[in-house]
């Protein structure tokens, strides 16, 4: 069993800055890549930024410049500095991971959820 673990979202003003973590645990084999998605309401989900165990990063063009992911490969866990939040970026945000586990082919985890609101 693979579990990912967001936390740190919540409710901030516009202009302020939140710190999302994931962390994954279980039977890890490796870890390709993790990611960070999001899902406003009514929305379609969304890729925000990723990074590939080797440390490539890519962001959506609405969070560069702003959105800052890193990882801590000895922790499998994956952070998401939000900087300058605008009320667009409100959604759930939700953790990814392409891994294995021993015995069994890569696949995609993703995580429950956390939710940030961005509102004065």
């Known amino acids: 069993q693979v579990q990912l673990v967001e936390s740190g979202g919540g409710l901030v003003q516009p202009g302020g800055s939140l710190r999302l973590s994931c962390a994954a645990s279980?039977?890890?084999?490796?870890?390709?890549?993790m990611a960070w998605y999001r899902q406003a309401p009514g929305k379609q989900r969304e890729l925000v930024a990723g990074?590939?165990?080797?440390?490539?990063?890519n962001y959506a063009d609405s969070v560069k410049g702003r959105f800052t992911i890193s990882g801590d490969n000895a922790k499998n866990t994956v952070y998401l500095q939000m900087n300058s939040l605008k009320p667009e970026d409100t959604a759930v945000y939700y953790c990814?991971?392409?891994?294995?586990?021993?015995?069994?082919?890569?696949?995609?985890?993703w995580g429950k959820g956390t939710l940030v609101t961005v509102s004065s």
């Open positions: 990814n991971a392409g891994l294995r586990v021993a015995g069994a082919p890569p696949m995609d985890y």
């Open positions: 279980g039977s890890i084999f490796s870890i390709y890549a």
């Open positions: 990074i590939t165990s080797g440390g490539s990063t």
